[in-house]
């Protein structure tokens, strides 16, 4: 089966009454988890994403906390883990800012959590991605926050 373009699909939707649309997408959620918390995050979230990027951080902590520190092949699974939900909940907002933040914010509990991430050419690898992640977001962001986030990406990068 092929699938529809966007732009058919937009037109079929807006030929749509809203009772067929609420049918559509409430049986899109249930297929799929991802799409039922990508409508979550829309209809419940979308409109405080600061409290939104900041429960996605006190999750990320958790998980760090719960990070198995045994030996760097069971940490690294563990960081891809938290990276794989954090970078899903990034393409949730769409926001450079967002993803700005929580990378940073997933830098910076590297550091906290001592992981010798040098040792490790994957882990070093996988750092450095995301460092080069944090800069290309920050250098789309408006130059009075750009400003504020150099400061901080120098801060992660000397480590």
Known sequence: MKAATSNELKQELQASSSKQLIELCLRLARFKKENKELLTYLLFE??????????LKNDMDEQFAQLAHINLYLTKKSLRKILRSTNKYIRYTGSKLAETELLIHFCKNIIAAKIPFHK???LSNLYNQQLKKINAAVALLHEDLQHDYWKEIEVISSK
């Open 120 to 122: 490790s050419t994957a």
């Open 46 to 55: 979308a409109n405080d994403e600061a409290a939104y990027i900041q429960s």
